[in-house]
Protein backbone atom coordinates (compact mmCIF):
# COMPACT_ATOMS: atom_id res chain seq x y z
CA UNK A 1 0.00 0.00 0.00
CA UNK A 2 1.41 3.77 -0.80
CA UNK A 3 -0.53 6.63 0.44
CA UNK A 4 1.14 10.26 -1.39
CA UNK A 5 -0.36 13.88 -0.35
CA UNK A 6 0.78 16.62 -2.47
CA UNK A 7 2.01 19.54 -0.14
CA UNK A 8 3.66 21.97 -2.67
CA UNK A 9 2.82 22.35 -5.86
CA UNK A 10 2.53 25.37 -8.85
CA UNK A 11 -1.41 24.66 -8.76
CA UNK A 12 -4.48 24.18 -6.19
CA UNK A 13 -7.94 22.88 -6.75
CA UNK A 14 -10.84 24.97 -6.86
CA UNK A 15 -12.84 25.04 -3.44
CA UNK A 16 -9.33 23.60 -1.86
CA UNK A 17 -7.69 26.49 0.43
CA UNK A 18 -4.36 25.27 0.51
CA UNK A 19 -1.18 27.52 -0.62
CA UNK A 20 0.42 26.93 -4.16
CA UNK A 21 4.01 27.68 -5.17
CA UNK A 22 6.34 26.91 -8.05
CA UNK A 23 7.80 24.20 -6.08
CA UNK A 24 7.59 20.40 -4.99
CA UNK A 25 6.71 18.50 -2.03
CA UNK A 26 5.09 15.21 -1.07
CA UNK A 27 4.02 13.21 1.61
CA UNK A 28 4.48 9.45 0.91
CA UNK A 29 3.72 6.40 3.29
CA UNK A 30 4.97 3.11 2.10
CA UNK A 31 5.17 0.11 4.58
CA UNK A 32 6.67 1.35 7.66
CA UNK A 33 8.10 4.56 5.86
CA UNK A 34 7.04 8.08 6.64
CA UNK A 35 8.78 9.61 3.81
CA UNK A 36 8.62 13.69 2.64
CA UNK A 37 9.84 14.08 -0.45
CA UNK A 38 11.10 17.37 -1.35
CA UNK A 39 10.42 20.81 0.91
CA UNK A 40 9.24 23.16 -1.59
CA UNK A 41 10.25 26.71 -2.22
CA UNK A 42 9.29 28.20 1.54
CA UNK A 43 7.42 27.38 4.18
CA UNK A 44 4.11 26.84 2.44
CA UNK A 45 4.27 22.77 2.10
CA UNK A 46 4.30 23.09 6.09
CA UNK A 47 1.57 25.19 6.21
CA UNK A 48 -0.79 23.01 3.69
CA UNK A 49 0.46 20.01 5.92
CA UNK A 50 -0.72 21.42 8.89
CA UNK A 51 -4.07 22.11 7.63
CA UNK A 52 -4.15 18.69 6.07
CA UNK A 53 -3.45 17.12 9.20
CA UNK A 54 -0.07 15.73 8.42
CA UNK A 55 2.48 15.43 11.16
CA UNK A 56 6.05 16.22 9.62
CA UNK A 57 7.61 16.13 13.11
CA UNK A 58 7.07 12.29 12.27
CA UNK A 59 9.06 11.73 8.89
CA UNK A 60 11.40 8.55 9.12
CA UNK A 61 12.99 10.01 5.83
CA UNK A 62 13.75 13.12 4.28
CA UNK A 63 14.61 12.56 0.11
CA UNK A 64 15.83 15.14 -1.70
CA UNK A 65 15.08 15.05 -5.80
CA UNK A 66 18.08 17.50 -6.68
CA UNK A 67 19.24 20.88 -5.01
CA UNK A 68 17.41 23.62 -6.34
CA UNK A 69 15.49 26.01 -4.49
CA UNK A 70 12.68 25.19 -5.32
CA UNK A 71 13.16 21.68 -3.50
CA UNK A 72 15.13 22.33 -0.66
CA UNK A 73 14.06 26.38 -0.08
CA UNK A 74 11.95 25.00 2.92
CA UNK A 75 14.81 22.94 4.78
CA UNK A 76 15.19 25.76 7.53
CA UNK A 77 11.46 26.11 7.64
CA UNK A 78 11.16 22.38 8.50
CA UNK A 79 14.07 22.71 11.17
CA UNK A 80 13.14 25.63 12.71
CA UNK A 81 9.63 23.67 13.50
CA UNK A 82 11.34 20.29 14.21
CA UNK A 83 14.00 17.90 15.68
CA UNK A 84 14.66 15.93 12.89
CA UNK A 85 18.25 14.60 14.42
CA UNK A 86 16.13 11.00 13.91
CA UNK A 87 15.22 11.11 10.44
CA UNK A 88 16.88 9.84 7.40
CA UNK A 89 18.44 12.30 4.77
CA UNK A 90 18.50 10.79 1.83
CA UNK A 91 20.10 12.42 -1.87
CA UNK A 92 22.49 12.39 -4.21
CA UNK A 93 25.94 13.33 -2.83
CA UNK A 94 25.92 16.83 -5.68
CA UNK A 95 22.77 17.97 -4.14
CA UNK A 96 24.13 20.38 -1.33
CA UNK A 97 27.19 21.83 -4.02
CA UNK A 98 25.99 25.55 -4.60
CA UNK A 99 24.88 26.56 -7.25
CA UNK A 100 24.02 29.89 -9.45
CA UNK A 101 22.74 30.91 -12.86
CA UNK A 102 24.01 33.97 -13.32
CA UNK A 103 23.92 36.20 -10.50
CA UNK A 104 21.23 33.97 -8.89
CA UNK A 105 21.52 31.68 -6.22
CA UNK A 106 19.59 28.86 -6.99
CA UNK A 107 20.79 25.94 -4.45
CA UNK A 108 20.14 24.35 -1.14
CA UNK A 109 20.19 27.21 1.36
CA UNK A 110 21.83 24.55 4.03
CA UNK A 111 25.34 23.02 3.19
CA UNK A 112 26.61 19.62 3.41
CA UNK A 113 28.08 19.93 6.93
CA UNK A 114 25.04 21.69 8.16
CA UNK A 115 23.01 18.95 6.36
CA UNK A 116 25.11 16.17 8.84
CA UNK A 117 25.17 17.73 12.22
CA UNK A 118 20.80 17.93 11.58
CA UNK A 119 19.87 14.76 9.83
CA UNK A 120 21.17 10.89 10.18
CA UNK A 121 22.76 12.11 6.27
CA UNK A 122 22.98 9.12 3.73
CA UNK A 123 24.59 10.71 0.45
CA UNK A 124 23.72 8.03 -2.46
CA UNK A 125 25.13 8.27 -5.93
CA UNK A 126 23.66 4.51 -6.79
CA UNK A 127 20.36 2.79 -5.99
CA UNK A 128 19.41 2.83 -1.85
CA UNK A 129 16.34 0.69 -0.40
CA UNK A 130 14.11 3.18 2.07
CA UNK A 131 12.43 -0.49 2.30
CA UNK A 132 11.19 -3.49 0.18
CA UNK A 133 8.51 -1.66 -1.90
CA UNK A 134 10.61 1.62 -2.28
CA UNK A 135 13.80 2.59 -3.47
CA UNK A 136 15.74 5.61 -3.99
CA UNK A 137 17.16 5.69 -7.86
CA UNK A 138 20.58 7.38 -7.24
CA UNK A 139 22.21 9.14 -10.23
CA UNK A 140 20.60 8.07 -13.29
CA UNK A 141 22.36 7.23 -16.61
CA UNK A 142 21.41 8.52 -19.64
CA UNK A 143 19.49 5.38 -21.11
CA UNK A 144 17.41 7.20 -24.22
CA UNK A 145 18.64 9.83 -27.01
CA UNK A 146 15.96 12.08 -27.15
CA UNK A 147 16.82 12.79 -23.58
CA UNK A 148 20.53 13.70 -23.57
CA UNK A 149 21.69 15.91 -20.37
CA UNK A 150 21.43 19.82 -20.31
CA UNK A 151 22.95 22.48 -18.28
CA UNK A 152 21.21 24.66 -16.03
CA UNK A 153 23.55 26.95 -14.28
CA UNK A 154 26.81 26.64 -12.38
CA UNK A 155 27.31 24.39 -9.55
CA UNK A 156 31.01 24.73 -7.56
CA UNK A 157 32.72 21.31 -6.71
CA UNK A 158 36.18 20.73 -6.60
CA UNK A 159 37.05 24.39 -5.58
CA UNK A 160 35.69 26.04 -8.91
CA UNK A 161 32.57 26.59 -10.15
CA UNK A 162 31.55 24.56 -13.45
CA UNK A 163 28.57 24.01 -15.62
CA UNK A 164 26.01 22.33 -14.06
CA UNK A 165 24.31 19.41 -15.73
CA UNK A 166 22.52 18.13 -12.55
CA UNK A 167 23.28 14.78 -12.06
CA UNK A 168 22.08 15.34 -8.46
CA UNK A 169 18.82 14.86 -10.38
CA UNK A 170 17.23 11.91 -8.71
CA UNK A 171 13.65 9.76 -7.87
CA UNK A 172 11.96 7.16 -5.91
CA UNK A 173 10.32 3.93 -7.46
CA UNK A 174 7.71 2.62 -5.16
CA UNK A 175 6.16 -0.86 -6.10
CA UNK A 176 2.53 -1.77 -5.38
CA UNK A 177 0.09 -4.23 -6.42
CA UNK A 178 -1.23 -2.78 -9.87
CA UNK A 179 2.77 -1.96 -11.22
CA UNK A 180 5.33 0.71 -10.35
CA UNK A 181 5.10 4.07 -8.88
CA UNK A 182 7.70 6.75 -9.76
CA UNK A 183 7.47 10.23 -7.77
CA UNK A 184 10.41 12.42 -9.80
CA UNK A 185 10.86 16.48 -8.46
CA UNK A 186 12.02 18.15 -11.83
CA UNK A 187 13.39 14.64 -14.17
CA UNK A 188 16.60 16.91 -15.11
CA UNK A 189 17.57 13.57 -16.29
CA UNK A 190 14.78 12.80 -18.46
CA UNK A 191 11.66 11.05 -17.06
CA UNK A 192 11.44 8.88 -19.56
CA UNK A 193 15.47 7.97 -18.21
CA UNK A 194 14.19 7.83 -14.92
CA UNK A 195 11.22 5.58 -15.52
CA UNK A 196 13.06 3.50 -17.66
CA UNK A 197 16.07 3.04 -15.29
CA UNK A 198 13.16 2.36 -12.69
CA UNK A 199 12.03 -0.59 -14.61
CA UNK A 200 15.55 -1.90 -15.43
CA UNK A 201 16.29 -1.99 -11.68
CA UNK A 202 13.14 -3.75 -10.35
CA UNK A 203 12.90 -5.68 -13.25
CA UNK A 204 8.96 -4.72 -13.27
CA UNK A 205 7.55 -2.97 -16.38
CA UNK A 206 4.00 -2.47 -15.81
CA UNK A 207 3.56 1.35 -14.53
CA UNK A 208 0.85 2.26 -11.56
CA UNK A 209 1.90 5.93 -12.14
CA UNK A 210 4.23 8.68 -12.86
CA UNK A 211 3.83 11.92 -10.77
CA UNK A 212 6.36 14.96 -11.09
CA UNK A 213 7.97 18.27 -12.68
CA UNK A 214 8.76 16.59 -16.50
CA UNK A 215 10.60 20.11 -17.32
CA UNK A 216 8.80 19.86 -20.59
CA UNK A 217 8.08 23.31 -21.69
CA UNK A 218 8.21 23.66 -25.50
CA UNK A 219 6.67 21.69 -28.32
CA UNK A 220 9.32 19.69 -30.31
CA UNK A 221 10.96 16.56 -30.66
CA UNK A 222 11.91 15.92 -26.92
CA UNK A 223 8.04 16.37 -26.14
CA UNK A 224 6.86 14.19 -29.35
CA UNK A 225 9.34 11.21 -28.17
CA UNK A 226 8.26 11.62 -24.30
CA UNK A 227 4.89 11.24 -25.41
CA UNK A 228 5.74 8.03 -27.72
CA UNK A 229 7.87 6.64 -25.21
CA UNK A 230 4.91 6.50 -22.40
CA UNK A 231 2.46 5.60 -25.53
CA UNK A 232 4.65 2.29 -25.76
CA UNK A 233 4.20 1.87 -21.84
CA UNK A 234 1.93 0.01 -19.79
CA UNK A 235 1.32 3.00 -17.71
CA UNK A 236 -1.79 3.60 -15.62
CA UNK A 237 -1.82 7.07 -14.97
CA UNK A 238 0.46 10.20 -15.46
CA UNK A 239 0.64 13.22 -13.60
CA UNK A 240 2.72 15.64 -14.88
CA UNK A 241 3.25 18.59 -12.68
CA UNK A 242 5.56 21.65 -11.22
CA UNK A 243 7.03 22.22 -14.58
CA UNK A 244 5.27 20.81 -17.40
CA UNK A 245 3.51 23.97 -19.57
CA UNK A 246 -0.16 23.92 -20.74
CA UNK A 247 0.95 22.76 -24.17
CA UNK A 248 2.77 20.09 -23.57
CA UNK A 249 -0.04 18.88 -20.87
CA UNK A 250 -2.32 19.17 -24.22
CA UNK A 251 -0.13 17.22 -26.79
CA UNK A 252 -0.01 14.40 -23.84
CA UNK A 253 -4.14 14.67 -23.51
CA UNK A 254 -4.05 14.73 -27.47
CA UNK A 255 -2.19 12.05 -27.75
CA UNK A 256 -4.30 9.91 -25.06
CA UNK A 257 -2.21 9.62 -22.40
CA UNK A 258 -3.64 8.96 -19.15
CA UNK A 259 -2.95 12.19 -17.81
CA UNK A 260 -4.05 13.92 -14.79
CA UNK A 261 -4.65 17.28 -12.95
CA UNK A 262 -2.21 17.84 -9.64
CA UNK A 263 -3.04 20.13 -6.99
CA UNK A 264 -1.88 20.54 -3.25
CA UNK A 265 -3.54 18.21 -1.47
CA UNK A 266 -4.52 16.12 -3.90
CA UNK A 267 -4.44 12.09 -2.84
CA UNK A 268 -3.15 8.88 -4.68
CA UNK A 269 -3.83 5.96 -3.06
Known amino acids: FMKLTVLADNNTFIDQYY ?36 DLGAITHLVLSHGHNDHTGGLHALLDSFDLSHVTLIAHPGCFEPKRDGDL ?18 PARTPMELSS ?44 ENGLFVISGCSHSGICNITEYAMQLTGIHQLAGVIGGFHLFETGHRLAETIRYFSGCDLTALYPCHCVSLKAKCEMYKAALPIHEVGVGMTIN
Open 105 to 122: VIGSPLTENEIRSRFLYQ
Open 133 to 176: HCQFLGEIPTLLPFEPRYAIGKAFRLGQWATDFLFDDSALVCKT
Open 19 to 54: LGEPAVSYYIEIDDCRILFDTGYSDAFLRNALSLGI
